[in-house]
């Protein structure tokens, strides 16, 4: 996708002007945007005028904070730094991958992969194929002679794994470039049936009408491209494996994706020794991780940075306080292991089937504390807070994004508990954040609890 702005003039300087709508597409009393757009023209809008400076060139207003609060934010690590393994060629780091034909790719189960599998196979042709699994990529992209001569073949079985659709959300495919056409292997061979972790950030304005800067998440394997709502799924995995698994079928060892440069610069924060191993003392790069995803999931860090967390990745701050670092990564932990759906909080549930016991998804809605499946209301989710209900990460909300991508499927028991899970997991996540901020009010707020350590605490000489 491309923007041209082009410009018929005589003067040097031509003027620039923004507007912008917000609110629902349509409403009732005619205030939405289609009736905006149906009633007015570029010669009735209000226009208002700007001045794009370096080095951004933003088209949209935007009220800068003070100096002290970009010296803050410029201080803090760039996680492409930090982990500056499997970045793109740009720097950047990459996206998940992209199938290009997801009825045909992207499934709910092995068994379904299967399935799908042995009816390409049937097929004759590519427009066969089309006829079965409704859209395939484009032949310029994807060769079905080339995918069925590959398929046909039983190693194929061996690359089925599972891919993180969206947060939450676990999906099955083949990893192939006969199923899953674009396969980002920079990334995601580091990624595919590996014990791992990685960090899944977003930049440049994944709010969405207000909400704050929410396109932080973590995986533990494959994703694809679109796990964030925009500006795809960049992600930063925590260890790099040097060997070809697809090509060789083994797996050698693994080295941490922690810059030394940075770790040494934490390490002088923390006025830590370095070790052999390349840490600082008495920290593991796991510890690191869920430091930084302690901060991202900081309401306080999201507001104080609102305005750089529209066009940056983040970056992350760093404490010079020992006991502050591992409170943060003691409650990041917890946050990852929610969100990866490996906490033992997941086995208490918290909701309530009401109705089929086997319900279809048709219409989803929220109301009295429960998440409606049909348009009638008559079953549902009993139990979900409305805060819950609200979440949002990477731009989705979750609770609901999760059921609409089921709409028309019976929910099997798997999927209700899922369900269960994710509810569970949203509510401690949100009672987590509040605990984050809380940590870090106690050791000073903003800024004070970060910045070098000025003090050399007892405690903090034992823990170290």
Request: hydrophobic content about 35%.
């Amino acid at each position: 996708m491309a923007i041209g702005i082009f410009v018929k003039s005589t003067r040097n300087s031509p003027d620039i002007a923004y507007a912008e709508l917000w609110g629902n597409r349509t409403s009732p009393d005619g205030t939405g945007k289609y009736d905006f757009l149906s009633h007015n023209t570029v010669y009735s809008t209000s226009f208002h005028p700007l001045k794009p400076e370096p080095p951004n060139w933003l088209f949209a207003p935007r009220v800068e904070p003070g100096d002290d609060i970009r010296a803050e934010f410029d201080d803090g690590l760039k996680m492409q730094e930090l982990m500056p393994g499997a970045l793109g060629p740009n720097g950047k780091p990459q996206s998940g991958l992209a199938t290009m034909h997801d009825s045909f790719a992207l499934s709910f189960s092995e068994d379904e992969v299967e399935d799908k599998v042995k009816r390409f196979l049937r097929t004759s042709n590519r427009k066969e194929a089309i006829e079965v699994f409704g859209t395939l990529c484009n032949p310029q992209q994807w060769d079905y002679a080339a995918a069925k001569k590959t398929l046909s073949s039983r190693t194929w079985r061996q690359r089925i794994s599972r891919i993180w659709f969206s947060p939450f959300d676990i999906r099955y495919t083949v990893y192939d470039k006969a199923v899953a056409v674009h396969l980002r292997r920079r990334l995601s061979d580091h990624l595919f049936k590996r014990k791992n972790l990685a960090l899944v950030i977003g930049e440049a304005g994944q709010e969405i009408s207000g909400n704050e800067w929410d396109a932080v998440s973590c995986v533990d394997g494959i994703l694809q491209l679109n796990y964030f709502r925009r500006n795809g799924s960049p992600t930063l995995p925590l260890y790099l494996y040097d060997d070809d698994l697809i090509s060789t079928g083994s797996s050698s060892g693994r080295r941490i994706n922690l810059s030394s440069t940075q770790l040494t610069r934490i390490a002088e924060c923390l006025q830590l020794q370095m070790t052999k191993s390349g840490l600082p003392q008495g920290l593991e790069a796991e510890d690191i991780f869920n430091y930084a995803y302690a901060v991202f999931f900081s309401p306080g860090y999201r507001n104080r940075y609102a305005e750089f967390l529209k066009s940056e990745f983040p970056h992350l701050p760093l404490t010079g306080k020992l006991k502050l670092f591992h409170e943060l990564a003691r409650l990041g932990g917890e946050l990852v292991a929610l969100h990866l759906m490996k906490s033992p909080k997941l086995k208490h549930p918290r909701t309530e089937l009401i109705g089929d016991r086997r319900p279809e998804v048709e219409k989803v809605s929220w109301s009295n504390r429960t998440v409606w499946l049909d348009k009638a209301e008559t079953a549902g989710f009993r139990g979900v807070p409305q805060a819950v209900w609200n979440f949002h990460i990477g731009g989705y909300q979750v609770c609901e994004k999760w059921l609409k991508d089921r709409k028309g499927r019976k929910l099997l028991k798997t999927d209700i508990d899922h369900y269960g899970k994710i509810v569970i997991a949203l509510a401690e996540t949100i009672d987590l954040m509040k605990n984050i901020d809380e940590a870090i009010e106690k050791h000073g707020g903003w800024p004070g609890a970060f910045g070098k350590r000025q003090v050399v605490e007892e405690t903090d000489l034992v823990k170290a």
